[in-house]
């Protein structure tokens, strides 16, 4: 999959992953174990690499305890 470009909403919501997750004092492998995911794949939606579908959004969501809406701010 090619490098988001500005704009692009998997950066956006990269973005807005690692930064509730460094809110929340989470490791990418942390944040992977308690959503069921490998670490691999955390960093590649960071990175904007990846482009999760709901279900995905909404299991990291709750592995944060945040509302999923949250990590779709931006968009």
Do not use: C, Y
């Not at 950066?11 to 490791?27: C, I, K, Q």
């Not at 794949?41 to 990175?47: F, G, L, Q």
């Not at 999760?52 to 968009?75: E, F, M, Y």
Request: glycine share 10%.
């Amino acid at each position: 999959m090619s490098a988001p470009t500005a704009g692009d909403p998997r950066a956006t919501l990269g973005a807005n992953l690692r930064s509730a997750r460094e809110r929340a004092g989470l490791t990418q492998e942390a944040l992977g174990l308690r959503a069921d995911f490998h670490p691999t794949e955390v960093n590649r939606i960071e990175r904007g690499r990846r482009n999760p579908g709901l279900l995905t959004v909404v299991r990291l969501a709750k592995a944060l305890d945040i509302p999923a809406g949250d990590l779709l701010a931006g968009l």
